[in-house]
């Protein structure tokens, strides 16, 4: 059995050769791979879209429960949920904003 490894650099060529059609001459390259592919890469696309929004989703969760301790903090925070969000996120901007001058001025 061989087993064929070959360094990032090698795997390049490999596939640069084979859709310029020197890997296999007499191949018409992209006449049937290319749209088949286009499928693949959609719903590629879209598994990697979708991971990204639940990663999203997930880390916006400790920031609805903040909210939700803030608003019962505030005095009508029952009739205005969206001033909780606010301050919940002026509150994020400002520590956020800190860390970078810190990590600015250390620097």
Do not use: C
């Amino acid at each position: 059995m061989i087993i064929y490894s070959a360094s990032p650099l090698d795997a390049l060529r490999l596939n640069m050769a084979y859709w310029s059609g020197a890997a296999l001459p007499g191949y018409i390259v992209g006449a049937f791979d290319f749209p088949l592919m286009l499928p693949a890469i959609a719903v590629n696309l879209w598994m990697l879209f979708f991971a990204i929004g639940i990663v999203f989703i997930k880390a916006l969760s400790p920031i609805r429960w903040l909210s939700a301790k803030v608003q019962w903090f505030l005095d009508h925070g029952e009739q205005h949920p969206l001033e909780a969000i606010g301050f919940v996120g002026a509150f994020i901007v400002f520590i956020g904003t800190s860390l970078a001058q810190l990590i600015q001025r250390i620097a």
